[in-house]
């Protein structure tokens, strides 16, 4: 009994480490930072920081929320280094969300998002890296990148006013890729780049998208110049590959025949952004494609296990595997597989546009600005959120994060449930939302209440109970 | 009839009134004697249900949940057994018209009692019963305070039901125990199942709308089952229908519930109920009579003819010389009586003990 009692009281006194979300009935447990990662992924579970670290509009958004009713889990969190916000420009590729120990895919019911706040310029140093094959020369190519190199809002986001950046454009055909204008130089104003991009043609040659991807993540960024400018200045290498076909070395190459280049460079890749490397993350390359033209695989979405050994099934399909590219696939499309593979391992995004205005947006894109903290939203069939779980939240490009938290939610009550705005997620209600729910039903209830005395007077007055007759029975 | 301002009467305010003259939510002038008054206690529970939900969830969304999570189940249906039951003793305050400060600490105990019996049933079926009662993962499942399920709560919602009887039960020294303690179970089954029904995958997942419905149903089903109108708080009256007279009325009931009997005609002196004889009515033409168990009856004492009227029925009461005593008839609220063929008409009516 004294053993019952004390548990009782125990219970009534102690709710562990487990913090309540305030308009909530969820608790939730202290984050869990997996040990051994590069960066620290920092989840947002208690309001001080929340007020600390995010603007005071975005503190909602800051609090992790569940809403059972539209099956809907929302988590803030932050990237640190050195316990440093890191801000990154990420989106839904570069972040694993675990709920229950399985991995989200974000597709039938499921639905992952991560939705970045707090923008900021960061120091970068920019790789362009445009293809100057022969077929750019074909259908105005060349004058659509160019075009769109030139656009204000690429330029705007190339060259920011507030923070020191640098572009250093290339031209790649054959072998190593050569600076534009024939001299290496770093670009540091609008005015170099302008002069650089109108004075931009096409070469002549096959395509080595491959090498000169491994060329801009490796012995470029390895030469001292650039260490020393990327150390002095604090920038971030970020490299944007475009290219109108395939990786094309030799008149016989055939789709397949790229698979093991591609396997090549991703090893690559995986190395030069390896943690292994002992690489400050702020050095580390991320690689953006850009495709012009329309996808030859227009369905390709990356296998579930995708590492970077890549076979030519996965690579081309079963279509395309033997196809020649020099005057057969490359006039078909452009390899949109490739560019999607490189991109994933490269820490970066992949985008395939065909006209100057989508181009100028995949460039802007891939200068994007950096975020401070970011909002891990996911959506699951409600049936999962009917007891305690656990959500991972594990990065899976630039560096290695990882962290996770238990979260539970009342097994008895909920608070209002969110409603659905533009988006198709749910924003939360305020509490007063209960009003909504509680007055009309007391109103009904008081309606109900006095229902009975007005049915039953009325019915005496319909049947003359209550009125006096006009005069005595005649007799 | 009531204002609205009297309709709309703050509820707790009025539940702690002494004796009052001007009508509260619970009032008994709004509930005429018809089927439907079985429902009004139906609906005040089922207010009192609704209101602590609120209540629970604002405690919950806007205080710091300190306590253990599976501390929130007992609190949720410590509170709404506790709530209901004192809506029903309350609500009978009020009905009664008594000073609920006056008789405070009784209900104070019942409502206590009430919460201990469902704070205890809680514990008992959670970490007792479903501990016994499962094994391997279901015996994991049935602990796990964050689990929403019905499968394990089941007793849960049963045995505080169960309490929710009890309290009231006690205050009203056992009588109506059958209805307590099975209106009070079910109640509270009826609750639980709300809630499953509004919360289960499918039906939306939604434990807001859930918590409504579990107040709302079980707080209706309590007291519909539980604690019905008794008939002691109306009595019958007669009432003139005719042109001549027309609303004079007079109580059958005697003020201490003795039984009484009221006669009605044209005698100047003694007679309850004065009718004309113009009118056809006779010395002593009727008479209505009330019993210990407040039955009450019509007779008639004339050979003139006597008519009660009600829907499909009409029932001849003229005094028949050949028998020793005169016919009577049961009457029911809403019964007509014709005295003669003079068009007098009399209604039997139940009304409010209180109505003056």
């Known amino acids: 009994m004294k053993v019952w009692l004390l548990g009782v009281a125990m219970a009534i006194g102690c709710g562990g480490d487990l913090t309540h979300i305030p308009n909530s009935t969820t608790r939730v447990a202290r984050p869990e930072v997996v040990d051994g990662t590069e960066l620290e992924l920092r989840i947002f579970t208690d309001e001080r920081e929340c007020r600390a670290k995010v603007q005071p509009e975005d503190l909602h958004l800051c609090m992790p929320y569940v809403d059972r009713a539209n099956g809907e889990v929302r988590l803030g969190f932050q990237l640190r280094l050195d316990g440093d916000a890191f801000p990154l420009p990420l989106s839904s590729e570069h972040i694993k969300v675990g709920h229950l120990g399985r991995e989200l895919q974000g597709s039938g019911v499921n639905k992952v998002e991560i939705v970045p706040h707090d923008p900021m310029q960061a120091p970068q140093l920019f790789v362009l890296l445009i293809d100057g094959s022969s077929s750019m020369s074909q259908k105005r190519r060349m004058e659509k990148v160019r075009k769109a190199l030139l656009m204000p809002e690429v330029v705007e986001s190339f060259f920011p006013h507030d923070v020191k950046t640098g572009v250093v454009v290339f031209q790649f055909t054959n072998g190593t890729p050569v600076p534009l204008g024939g001299r290496l130089q770093v670009l540091e104003n609008r005015r170099q780049f302008k002069e650089k991009i109108r004075n931009m043609r096409p070469l002549q040659g096959y395509t080595h998208l491959y090498d000169a991807i491994t060329y801009a993540t490796g012995e470029f960024l390895e030469q001292q110049a650039i260490q020393d400018l990327l150390t002095q200045f604090e920038m971030t290498p970020t490299v944007v590959a475009l290219t109108d076909g395939f990786n094309n070395m030799a008149a016989g190459d055939t789709c397949g025949t790229n698979a093991q280049r591609l396997s090549t460079l991703l090893k690559h890749l995986e190395t030069v952004r390896s943690p292994e490397t002992g690489i400050d993350p702020r050095r580390r390359p991320s690689v953006y494609t850009v495709g012009l033209g329309r996808p030859l695989r227009s369905r390709f979405s990356m296998p579930r296990d995708a590492g970077v050994g890549v076979t030519p099934r996965q690579l081309c399909g079963k279509r395309f595997l033997n196809r020649r590219i020099d005057g057969d696939l490359e006039n078909r499309g452009i390899d949109n597989a490739s560019l999607e593979w490189i991109a994933r391992v490269g820490g970066g995004a992949s985008y395939v546009r065909q006209d100057r205005k989508g181009l100028g947006k995949a460039f802007k894109s891939a200068a994007a600005a950096r975020y401070h903290w970011f909002e891990a939203r996911y959506r699951v069939p409600s049936f999962y959120l009917r007891r305690s779980f656990r959500t991972t939240l594990r990065l899976v490009s630039f560096a290695t994060g990882e962290a996770s938290v238990e979260i539970h939610p009342s097994a008895w009550l909920d608070a209002p449930p969110g409603e659905r705005v533009q988006g198709g997620w749910s924003r939360q209600r305020p509490f007063r939302a209960i009003l909504l729910v509680l007055l009309p039903i007391l109103g009904l209830l008081l309606t109900m209440s006095t229902a009975g005395a007005a049915a039953y007077h009325a019915k005496r007055a319909m049947f003359m109970r209550v009125r006096r007759p006009k005069g005595p029975p005649q007799v | ?356």
């Open chain 2, 1 to 356: 009839m009531l204002s609205p301002r009297q309709a709309l009467g703050v509820v707790w305010f009025q539940a702690l009134r002494s004796r009052t003259t001007d009508g509260s939510f619970v009032n008994i002038f709004l509930i005429p004697y018809t089927w439907y008054r079985h429902l009004a206690m139906g609906f005040w529970c089922a207010a009192w249900g609704l209101m602590i939900w609120a209540v629970v969830l604002t405690v919950f969304v806007k205080l710091s949940m300190g306590w253990h999570p599976s501390m929130d189940g007992s609190i949720l249906i410590c509170a709404l057994a506790g709530g209901i039951a004192f809506a029903s003793v309350a609500g009978e305050a009020v009905l009664r018209r008594r000073s609920v400060f006056a008789s405070s600490w009784r209900l104070l105990l019942a409502t206590s009692l009430t919460v201990g019996l469902a704070f205890a049933g809680y514990w008992f079926w959670t970490e007792v019963f479903n501990r016994l009662a499962y094994s391997d993962q279901a015996a994991l499942d049935a602990v796990e305070p964050s689990l929403v399920s019905l499968r394990y709560r089941i007793g849960v919602f049963g045995l505080a039901g169960l309490a929710s009887g009890l309290g009231p039960l006690m205050l009203r020294k056992f009588r109506g125990w059958f209805n307590h303690l099975v209106g009070g179970t079910t109640a509270g089954l009826a609750g639980g199942i709300a809630w499953h029904l509004l919360n289960y995958q499918g039906l939306g997942s939604d434990l807001f709308y859930a918590g409504a419905g579990l107040g709302l149903v079980w707080g209706f089903v309590h007291g519909l089952l539980c604690w019905g109108l008794p008939d002691e708080l109306y009595a019958g009256w007669l009432r003139v229908m005719s042109w001549n007279r027309h609303s004079r009325r007079i109580p059958i009931d005697a003020m201490d519930g003795a039984p009484s009997e009221r006669f009605v005609g044209h005698f100047t002196r003694g007679l309850d109920l004065f009718l004309p004889a113009e009118d056809q009515v006779l010395e002593m033409h009727l008479s209505v009579a009330v019993d210990e168990e407040q039955r009450y009856s019509a007779r008639g004492l004339s050979l003139q003819p006597t008519r009660v009227r009600r829907f499909l029925e009409r029932i001849n009461l003229s005094y028949d010389a050949r028998r020793p005593t005169p016919l009577q008839t049961k009457l029911s609220s809403g019964d007509r009586i014709e005295l003669g063929d003079g068009g007098t008409e009399l209604e039997f009516i139940m009304l409010p003990k209180e109505e003056q």
